[in-house]
């Protein structure tokens, strides 16, 4: 008889702690859910853009001078749906001046059947516009949600803004002394073999510099050993998209800068190279 009564005290016990560890294990489970509905979302924004100069017709520019026009463009992409953010997302550009600049959704250019749409501002360069870097970043806020983008910070991708007299406005930084070239009488070539890879351009026998002569045709040959690039030569209007051929004649001596057109990676900002006219 006493073995029966121990064996019903047995199976209470075990009924008891059965239902208090459901109760326990309910009692998580709301706990975890309620902490999941007060957390925030943990999806960002993806944010990138680029820089172009309107007047002529939207081409890829950091060197800005009195009378331009500066464009950002900028797409914000929500990962949870892969498109844009909806139009009531709050994205800005904010400058090293303290100014901050509302962005617009939409068409650009505007009225032109078939345009991409962009997040888009302007800014017109003036004779009062301080000139050096302009430092600037994007946000993009709405919610939970944010997103930041910056350029890269090497010179090629640092919005400048040039004095109008057409000097080149550069802050006073070490650089170490280039060869010396007698431009009077370097070797010039018309013919121009540019080969890109990631990420850098290079002639027949890996020089970055050019020489051609002023008032003469230049034929600029683009192949892609790595990688998908193009070139752009913004001061002598010159931009090719794909590897292939461009032909231009340049009437003024000077130096020119040539850049990738193409965002290609990290490295991008890094491709470069120059093209000296000479008379």
Same mark, same amino acid.
Not at 194 to 207: H, Q, T, W, Y
């Given at each position: ?9 047995? =199976?209470? =016990? ?19 859910? #309620? %902490?999941? @509905? ?7 924004? +993806?944010?990138?853009?680029? !820089?172009?100069?309107? %007047?002529?017709?939207?081409? =890829? ?11 950002? $463009? ?18 800005? *550009?904010?400058?090293?001046?303290? &100014? +901050?600049?509302?962005? $617009? ?7 032109? &059947? ?6 888009? !501002? ?10 050096? !870097?302009?430092?600037?970043? +994007?946000?993009?806020?709405? /919610? ?5 983008? $910056?350029?890269?910070?090497? @010179? ?12 080149? @406005? ?13 431009? @009077? ?10 080969? #890109? %890879? ?16 002023? /008032?003469?045709? +230049?034929?600029?040959? =683009? ?22 051929? *461009? ?29 000296? *006219? !000479?008379?």
């Amino acid at each position: 008889m006493m073995k029966k009564h121990w064996s019903i005290l047995v =199976l209470l =016990l075990g009924l008891v702690l059965f239902v208090s560890a459901c109760s326990d294990s309910d009692e998580t489970s709301s706990n975890n859910k #309620a %902490k999941e @509905a007060d957390s925030p979302a943990k999806t960002s924004f +993806v944010v990138t853009g680029d !820089v172009v100069e309107e %007047k002529a017709g939207c081409v =890829l520019k950091s060197q800005f001078t009195a009378g331009d026009l500066i464009v950002w $463009r900028v797409d914000v992409i929500d990962p949870e749906t892969m498109e844009q953010a909806s139009d009531d997302t709050k994205v800005q *550009v904010h400058l090293s001046t303290g &100014d +901050v600049l509302d962005m $617009r959704y939409g068409a650009h250019p505007a009225g032109v &059947d078939g345009a991409p749409e962009f997040w888009t !501002v302007s800014l017109p360069v003036t004779e009062e516009t301080p000139t050096g !870097v302009l430092e600037y970043y +994007v946000t993009a806020e709405k /919610g939970d949600k944010k997103g930041e983008f $910056r350029p890269f910070d090497v @010179a090629p991708s640092l919005l400048t803004i040039n004095p109008a007299n057409g000097e080149t @406005a550069v802050e006073e930084t070490d650089v170490e002394a280039e060869e010396t070239v007698d431009i @009077a009488n370097v070797d010039t070539n018309q013919a121009i073999n540019l080969v #890109a %890879k990631n990420f850098s351009f290079e002639g027949d026998n890996g020089e970055k510099t050019f020489y051609v002569k002023a /008032g003469e045709e +230049v034929t600029l040959n =683009l192949t892609n050993d790595e990688g998908m690039h193009g070139i752009i030569i913004p001061d002598l209007d010159v931009q090719l998209d794909e590897e292939g051929t *461009v032909t231009f004649t340049p009437t003024e001596a000077g130096e020119y800068d040539l850049f990738c057109s193409i965002f290609c990676g990290e490295g991008h900002g890094d491709m470069t190279s120059s093209i000296v *006219v !000479v008379e």
